[in-house]
């Protein structure tokens, strides 16, 4: 994973190709959701080509959070944008708007598609998706080195930094839900973690969406040394 391999990460996150020459990073993952297509040219995709490109060209907002809509039922288009809080406004930029040229082309004519770079996440559907809280789909990632001793401890290390985050984030406020930090783990190493929600949640579903990702943990990178869980 892109997590620097002589560093114990674990990240917790959101509780939300290249016909061209160019070539573009791939995302992590991406999810092509069949909730329903659309054809091309139609309404619905005059639509979410209208809300990609004003969340692509918006330079007013520099807090990393876009919930954005455009048309009327039933071919409305909802979108989210959403980056890493530790990521600077003009690389968040370019992260969205590669995701709003690389999510469509990957699920294309479909109605609803979500995808995760390394700094954003991209989501739209013709459902209302502003302020729900919603944990699938998901998918996780992990540093395929185990913890080389005391796993007990750094598990309970781990634990306790990131209940501390998940209270921080959850208080975040309604322009970000973000904390990142670091603790002493076993061995002297340091541990560092990054949580983060879409601020529209409230902070009740913030903390429950994070308990959930990090409830699997234990799921997906048991005794690892670096870890990721996107919800
Ligand atoms: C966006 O894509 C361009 C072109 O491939 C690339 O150079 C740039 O690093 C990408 N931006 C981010 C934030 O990944
Ligand atoms: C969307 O279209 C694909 C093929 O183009 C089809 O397999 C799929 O069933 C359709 N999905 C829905 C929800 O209609
Ligand atoms: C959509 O519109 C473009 C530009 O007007 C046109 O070139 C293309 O053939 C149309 N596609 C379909 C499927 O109608
Ligand atoms: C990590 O531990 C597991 C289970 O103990 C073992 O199967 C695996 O080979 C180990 N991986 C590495 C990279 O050491
Ligand atoms: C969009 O996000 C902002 C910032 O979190 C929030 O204040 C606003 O209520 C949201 N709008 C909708 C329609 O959910
Ligand atoms: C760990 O976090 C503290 C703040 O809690 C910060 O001052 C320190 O620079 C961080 N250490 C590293 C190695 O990132
Ligand atoms: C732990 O690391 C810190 C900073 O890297 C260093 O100052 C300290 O001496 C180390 N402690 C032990 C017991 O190795």
């Known amino acids: 994973m892109a997590m620097v391999s002589s560093r114990l990460v674990?990240?917790?996150?959101?509780?939300?190709?290249?016909?061209?020459?160019?070539a573009q990073p791939d995302f992590l993952y991406h999810f092509c959701l069949d909730?329903?297509?659309?054809?091309?040219?139609?309404?619905?995709n005059t639509n979410l080509n209208q809300v990609l490109s004003s969340?692509?060209?918006n330079t007013e907002i520099?807090?990393?959070?876009y919930n954005f809509s455009y048309g009327k039922s039933p071919d409305k288009v909802y979108s989210l944008g959403l980056c890493r809080g530790d990521v600077k406004p003009?690389?968040?930029r370019s992260c969205l708007n590669n995701a709003t040229n690389l999510l469509p082309l990957l699920c294309s004519n479909q109605k609803e598609a979500i995808g995760w770079y390394d700094y954003c996440v991209l989501r739209y559907s013709f459902r209302d998706i502003f302020g729900i809280?919603?944990?699938?789909?998901?998918?996780y990632?992990?540093?395929?080195?185990?913890v080389s001793a005391n796993y007990d401890q750094f598990s309970q290390d781990l634990r306790t930094l990131l209940d501390s985050q998940r209270g921080q984030a959850a208080k975040g406020g309604s322009l970000r839900k973000f904390a990142a930090g670091n603790a002493t783990a076993p061995n002297n190493q340091t541990l560092y973690s990054l949580v983060q929600c879409t601020p529209d949640l409230s902070d009740q579903d913030c903390s429950d969406c994070l308990a959930g990702a990090m409830e699997e943990i234990p799921n997906c990178c048991d005794g690892k040394q670096g870890g990721r869980v996107q919800l």
């Not at 674990?10 to 061209?20: A, E, K, P, R, Y």
């Not at 909730?35 to 619905?44: E, F, H, L, R, V």
């Not at 809280?133 to 998918?139: G, I, K, L, N």
């Not at 990632?141 to 185990?146: E, L, R």
């Open 133 to 139: 809280m919603e944990d699938s789909p998901s998918f």
């Open 90 to 92: 003009d690389i968040c």
């Open 35 to 44: 909730k329903g297509n659309y054809t091309s040219n139609s309404t619905y």
């Open 10 to 22: 674990f990240l917790v996150s959101i509780c939300i190709l290249v016909s061209q020459a160019i």
């Open 62 to 65: 520099d807090y990393g959070f």
């Open 55 to 57: 969340l692509s060209s």
């Open 141 to 146: 990632m992990w540093n395929p080195y185990n």
